[in-house]
């Protein structure tokens, strides 16, 4: 059973970081585009940052231009576990941050088929 659990979220300050976890279980995080997504009550949800990888090459990332310089996302094949590093936090960071898997790299929402249940980021002072 393909299951996505995120961790590390939690409340800081604004210019503070913070790194997002995903740990992915029942596939292999290597063969799909990873992505992150934030989410707000009441608002569409966001892409923030994606990755994959194309047969042998290296992993290929892609951001929002919101978060861009910001944000910093990896991946950890051995642990099958996808990071997301934020620095920097603004308060429109704030919200909660889902893993998905997918087939295509993209920061728009449809293309991912399976989601996390998220980690909430609350950035205030």
């Known amino acids: 059973q393909l299951q996505l659990v995120e961790s590390g979220g939690g409340l800081v300050q604004p210019g503070g970081s913070l790194r997002l976890s995903c740990a992915a279980s029942?596939?292999?995080?290597?063969?799909?585009?990873m992505g992150w997504f934030r989410h707000v009550s009441g608002k569409e949800r966001e892409g923030v940052a994606y990755i994959w990888r194309y047969s042998a090459s290296p992993d290929y990332t892609g951001y929002s231009d919101r978060v861009r310089g910001r944000f910093t996302i990896s991946r950890d094949s051995e642990k099958n576990t996808v990071y997301l590093e934020m620095n920097s936090l603004e308060p429109e960071d704030t919200g909660v941050y889902h893993c998905a898997a997918g087939r295509s790299p993209t920061l728009g929402a449809s293309p991912y088929t399976n989601w996390g249940q998220g980690t909430q980021v609350t950035v205030s002072s």
């Open positions: 029942g596939f292999d995080m290597s063969t799909h585009v």
